[in-house]
């Protein structure tokens, strides 16, 4: 299984971006998907995450100004970023759990930095 995420770079704050992420190989279905932030010198945190029935939570942080949304059939994620904060600063790391025969499986993909300048 491989993650491969697209999207980030450098950005004015107010300024938007759109990250993408696909997952590709063997498995039977994905249970849900979503996206992580890691910022210097703090811990990884959930940013936003949809899972099968298509329900969506967000950390307070990015309420109202991030949306994630995926489609099944390309087997990807994605998240909007709107408004963007400097504190919005971070590498976003994908993270899907996957049916797979006799045991789902989570995986992250290699992360993306989003950089936002004040």
């Known amino acids: 299984v491989q993650l491969q995420a697209s999207g980030g770079g450098l950005v004015q704050a107010g300024g938007s971006l759109r990250l993408s992420c696909v997952a590709s190989?063997?498995?039977?279905?994905?249970?849900?998907m979503g996206w992580y932030r890691q910022a210097p010198g703090k811990q990884r945190e959930l940013a936003a995450i949809?899972?099968?029935?298509?329900?969506?939570n967000y950390a307070d942080s990015v309420k109202g100004r991030f949306t994630i949304s995926r489609d099944n059939a390309k087997n990807t994620v994605y998240l909007q970023m709107n408004s963007l904060k400097p504190e919005d600063t971070a590498v976003y790391y994908c993270?899907?759990?996957?049916?797979?025969?006799?045991?789902?499986?989570?995986?992250w993909g290699q992360g993306t930095q989003v950089t936002v300048s004040s």
């Open positions: 993270y899907v759990n996957l049916k797979m025969t006799g045991i789902d499986r989570s995986y």
């Open positions: 190989g063997s498995f039977s279905g994905i249970n849900y």
């Open positions: 949809i899972v099968s029935g298509g329900i969506t």
